[in-house]
């Protein structure tokens, strides 16, 4: 009998997995969250600037790993329409900025922002530590057109943007070590503030920047983006679901775990 | 000279590049955004390198008929497919932003979701705690998986209310992140940083030339 719980057909396991990440999401249960101090800071920091200032988001992340960085997107995008914030986007990344296009005109129609005028999209320019390094002598220097051709010097909301000194914050929402290379290029070069979004895998990665202040926020996967929800009152958003849904399957994976232990400990006594 | 004029270059920019981030003057200001201009301009040429790489790549695997050799012609028609589309017309065409929602997006999707399938089924077989080190990992990443969740919280204050901590999942998680994982990773950061430094200084002054390809 223990033989056999320990040498499970995977194939239950996945069926277990896809019932737990269908069934919470199909019917959201409410969880109690907590708001992270990494989430509030970055929070705070946007919510204290100025109206009519200008943060940059970079969209590091592609198309296999958008769960987690959307939902934090839409939340500061949300944020910062709501305050004011002008928002600038690009990416260092080939195949986002299709993704990245769509999901800031989506959210801009949401919350009646303009183009050009509340946000503007950038794009990819080839050459990841060039583009950070370019961008912080003169950002028309490195992106001559936004993303939909027209001369960086014709839009409205770029006239008084040359380099990274009128940028108030840099966002990297990352799914690789690109954050690294902002806060190493950009924040040590320039001086430019930097915060982070990252997925869940990359997030132990980013502490010893938080404790130095080299990342003045962090947005930790799910959890960030419910969190940073929560901050705004968002009910029900993306990122609330996702972490009901991503709570079910940790939930299970660790009831597997145990059992998986307890099964082994009993069968080695019993061997023994 | 095949060998000579790459190295003299390097030590070359590598030197001047140094002095920039050390000395403010404006004509070496000036030098390090016209060597920045430079680098974008030389950028996009890796990209082209990259592409023929990979069609070298999956040339040399239909010719050898290695294992799935087949699968590379689906590499091939993606790539004429997105190139006949994207360069003529554009990123921003109805037809380029089709396929990437339709197809790109979807199997990127998937490839990344099937991960938190085969990451359980391994987790539960091999996540056994048959060592020290073993349940050390083992109750760390507990606590951290716990910590995660909202439900970590909800049941420490249901069960574990008689305690002084509220939210002690979450507040473990951070401690455990904060304190040892930083410690550790400060670590790895520092080790890496002086080897890239140490690497640096080997490729500028020439002591280390296996980026020229060859033997030595």
Not at chain 1, 107 to 117: D, L, P, Q, S, T
Not at chain 2, 74 to 79: K, S
Request: with cysteine.
């Amino acid at each position: 009998m223990l033989e056999r719980f320990m040498n499970m057909d995977r194939r239950i396991i996945f069926i277990l997995i896809a019932l737990v990440v269908i069934i919470p999401t199909l019917i959201p249960i409410r969880l109690p969250i907590t708001v992270s101090e990494p989430t509030q800071k970055l929070y705070d920091y946007i919510d204290t600037l100025p109206s009519g200032s200008t943060i940059m988001i970079a969209f590091d992340y592609g198309p296999s790993s958008l769960a987690e960085p959307e939902p934090m997107a839409k939340a500061v995008m949300q944020h910062c329409f709501s305050k004011g914030v002008k928002v600038i986007g690009m990416t260092l990344y080939a195949n986002t900025p299709t993704l990245a296009h769509k999901l800031m005109r989506r959210i801009a129609a949401e919350n009646k922002a303009v183009y050009g005028e509340d946000y503007i999209f950038l794009g990819y320019r080839p050459g990841a530590l060039q583009v950070i390094l370019g961008m912080g002598t003169n950002i028309a220097n490195v992106f001559e057109t936004d993303y939909e051709k027209t001369p960086i010097t014709e839009i409205p909301m770029m006239q008084n943007i040359t380099n990274y000194d009128q940028i108030a914050l840099l966002l990297d929402l990352a799914a690789g070590s690109t954050t690294g290379a902002w806060i190493v290029y950009a924040n040590t070069r320039y001086g430019l503030k930097i915060a982070a979004g990252v997925t869940a895998v990359i997030i132990a990665q980013m502490y010893p920047y938080l404790q130095t202040g080299q990342l003045i926020g962090l947005m930790p996967g799910y959890l960030g983006a419910a969190e940073y929800e929560k901050l705004l009152n968002v009910a029900g958003g993306d990122g609330t679901v996702g972490l009901n849904t991503a709570s079910y399957a940790h939930l299970l994976i660790i009831g597997l775990v145990l059992l998986g232990n307890i099964a082994f400990f009993v069968h080695r006594r019993k061997e023994a | 000279m095949k060998r000579q004029v790459p190295l003299a270059l390097c030590f070359l920019f590598g030197i001047v590049m140094i002095l920039t981030q050390f000395v403010p003057h404006k004509y070496v200001q000036a030098l390090y955004k016209e060597f920045i201009d430079w680098g974008l301009i030389i950028s996009p040429f890796a990209l082209v390198l990259a592409v023929i790489t990979l069609i070298q790549t999956h040339t040399t695997r239909v010719r050898r008929r290695t294992e799935h050799w087949q699968y590379s012609f689906l590499v091939f028609a993606g790539m004429i497919i997105m190139v006949c589309v994207g360069v003529p017309f554009g990123e921003q065409d109805s037809v380029f932003v089709w396929l990437y929602d339709n197809v790109q997006v979807p199997m990127d999707a998937t490839m990344f979701s099937l991960l938190a399938f085969f990451i359980a089924s391994a987790a539960f077989r091999a996540f056994r705690a048959r060592s020290f080190e073993a349940t050390l990992l083992l109750v760390t990443a507990m606590i951290v998986m716990l910590g995660n969740i909202p439900i970590g919280d909800l049941v420490w204050n249901k069960v574990m209310s008689w305690t002084p901590w509220a939210d002690g999942a979450s507040g473990a998680r951070q401690w455990i992140l904060d304190v040892l994982n930083s410690a550790a990773r400060r670590g790895i950061i520092l080790g890496v940083s002086l080897g890239v430094i140490s690497q640096s200084i080997r490729i500028i002054l020439g002591i280390e030339r296996s980026y020229l390809g060859g033997g030595d």
